[in-house]
C-alpha cells in the first residue's frame, strides 16, 4: 500500500473542492498527482450511507435511554414516597437496589458510546483502504510518481488534482459498507434472558 495510507486514517469527513482531468495535468510534466481525501469521505456514496446508518442508530440509542430515563424518574419517585413506610432497612436495600440500576444504565450509555465509536471508526477503515487501493491503481496505470493529500499542500495547480476520478472509482467499486455494531454483556445477557423467557412461554402454551 501507499505511505498516504497511514495519513489517511486520519481523515474526518469534510468538504472539498471540485477536480480537473487528467489530461490537463499531463501538460506540466508531473509525475504526482493531488487528491483530496477529505472531498472523498464527505461525497462518497459509502460515506453518505454510513453518516445516515450511524445516525439512525444513534436515535435508537437516545430512544431506549429515554425509556430508561423514564422508568428510572419513575422508581425515584415510588422510592421517595415509600421512604416514610418502610423500615429503615428495607428502605436501605430499596434504595440500593436502585442505585444499582441507575449504574447500569450509565453502563449501558457509556457501552452505547462505545459502540457507535467503534463502528464508525470500523467503517472509515474499510472506506480509507479501498481509497488507498484505488490510489495506487491509479498511480501504477499513469506512471505517477506520488498522490499527494491537498490538505497538506500550500500551492499546486488546480490540473493536478484528480480527485473527482478517484471519486468515481469509489462509488462504482464500494457503493456502501455495512455497518457491524459488536454486542456488550448486557446486549447478550438480554438476549439469552429473552431467548429463555421465550422457551418458557412456549413450554407453559403446550
Known sequence: ML??????LGIFFGVGACAPTWSQAQQYGRTFLIVDHDRLMAESTAAEKVRKDIEKKRQSFQDELARHEQDLRQEADDLKRSQ???SEDAFTQKRMAFEKKVS????????RRAQLEQAIQDARIVIIEKISSIV????KERSVDAVMPKAGLVYARDA???TTEVLNRLNAQLPEVKI???KNKQDENQEENSKEKSKEDT????
Request: hydrophobic share 30%; aromatic share 12%; proline share 0%.
Open 104 to 111: 447500569k444504565v450509565h453502563e449501558k450509555v457509556a457501552d
Open 136 to 139: 495506487e491503481q491509479f498511480c
Open 160 to 162: 493536478l488534482e484528480v
Open 203 to 206: 413450554q407453559d402454551r403446550k
Open 3 to 8: 505511505k498516504t495510507y497511514a495519513y489517511m
Open 84 to 86: 416514610g413506610t418502610l
Open 180 to 182: 457491524h455494531f459488536k
